[in-house]
C-alpha cells in the first residue's frame, strides 16, 4: 500500500516531535534511533526515509525545540518569561524544556549542522526578546549584549540547577539567586 505525501509528513512530524522530547532529556548520545522511532511509533527501518543521519534529525530537533521556547518568549513579558524559566517546574522537566540549558554542552561536539542550527535557535531567540524590548531607549548594540548576557545568566543558571542533585538546597539556591539578580533588571529597563 502507497504512503500518501500527508502521511509521510505527519510521520516524519511525529519523529521530530518525539525527537525533540528525547534529546533534551537524554542528550544527542543517550536516544538510538530504535528509541526514536519507537516514541514516535515507528518502526526502526523507516528513520533512513525521512532522514539521511541523525545529525540531520538533531538539527531540525533543535530548531524545533528552539522554535517552542521563542514562542513561549513571545506570547508572555520578558520578566514572566525569566520568572517561567528560572523555576524549579522548568529544572525538573528537561524533556520539555529549553534546548540551550539541556543540549548545548552535547551541542558543542557536534557536527556543524546541529551547532549552525543552535546558532540559528539563538539568534531566532534574541530576535524575539528584541521585539519584546521595543521600548528600550538603549542603543541596539548595547540592548543585544543586555540580552545576551541575560540569556547565558539564565541559561547558565539552569545548567548548574540541573547539575545538582535534585533535592539539592543549592540547585533551589542558583534559582533564586538569579531570578533576584535579572528581574530587577528586566523590570526598570524600560
Known amino acids: 500500500m502507497k504512503i500518501t505525501k500527508a502521511k509521510v509528513e505527519a510521520n516524519r512530524a511525529r519523529i521530530v ?3 525533540t522530547d528525547l534529546f533534551r ?3 544527542y548520545d543517550g536516544v538510538g ?3 526514536l522511532m519507537a516514541a514516535a511509533g515507528l518502526t526502526h527501518g523507516g528513520f533512513y526515509r525521512h532522514f539521511e543521519a541523525k545529525t540531520d534529525l538533531m538539527a531540525e530537533a533543535a530548531c524545533k525545540g528552539f522554535g517552542e521556547l521563542a514562542d513561549k518568549a513571545a506570547a508572555i513579558d520578558a520578566a514572566d518569561f525569566v520568572d517561567e524559566y528560572l523555576s524549579r517546574a522548568h529544572r525538573d522537566a528537561p524533556g520539555h524544556g529549553c534546548a540551550m540549558a539541556a543540549l548545548a554542552g552535547d551541542t558543542a561536539r557536534q557536527p ?5 542550527a543552535f ?3 539563538i539568534e531566532r531567540l534574541l530576535a524575539v526578546l528584541a521585539a519584546a524590548d521595543g ?3 538603549c542603543p541596539e548594540p548595547v540592548a543585544r549584549a543586555r540580552r545576551i548576557a541575560t540569556m547565558s ?3 547558565g543558571a539552569m545548567v548548574l540547577s540541573r547539575a ?3 533535592d539539592s538546597v543549592l540547585a533551589e539556591e542558583i534559582l533564586e539567586v538569579s531570578r533576584r539578580a535579572v528581574l530587577p533588571q528586566l523590570r526598570t529597563e524600560k
Do not use: F, R, T, Y
Not at 556543524?112 to 549552525?116: A, F, G, I, L
Open 17 to 19: 516531535e518525539a525527537a
Open 25 to 27: 532529556a537524554h542528550g
Open 33 to 35: 534511533v530504535a528509541d
Open 112 to 116: 556543524e549542522v546541529v551547532k549552525e
Open 119 to 121: 546558532a540559528s535557535g
Open 135 to 137: 521600548g528600550s531607549d
Open 153 to 155: 545568566q539564565i541559561v
Open 164 to 166: 545538582c542533585p535534585d
